[in-house]
């Protein structure tokens, strides 16, 4: 088993968001066929040195250390097929790529790109609030760019 610390700033990330927050009885299930999957994960015979979790209830994060092995197009598709099995399974959208995730004291909130330019208009949603960045695709991206106050975020000229 991979732990998270074990995993080079490098390792390439993958974060899905879904559409409601996981219940903690699910997020303990998804994490035991996560880590199952981690180990049994490889590219072309070769074990990939790999760590996935779940974050706030709400995102699956994947990551493979590609110093080791590379992950190549037949692995990438047998993690997007676990995460349709994990969307089936759970009955949410792990690949909806338009809502927007951001924060409100400890609460992650989900939302369309409409909803989130009215909380903006009407100042519920500022420049301080932290939005999620998707789109970081290292750990070390994952770590320093994931939660970003909107003031740092692509969004912020669209929305602003």
Known sequence: ?????????????????????????????????????????????????AFGDVYYNRFLVVMVDESVEVASGCSIDKSVHLIKEISAAFEVNLFDRLSIAYMQGSDVFVVSKAEFQQKVDKGEINEQTLVFNNLVNTKATFENMWKIPLKEHYLFKVVV
């Open 1 to 49: 088993m991979t732990y998270y610390d074990d995993m080079p700033f490098e390792s390439k990330v993958w974060i899905y968001q879904s559409d409601r927050d996981f219940r903690d009885a699910e997020v303990q299930g998804i994490r035991q066929r996560m880590r199952e999957f981690m180990e049994e994960w490889s590219a072309h015979g070769n074990a990939l040195k």
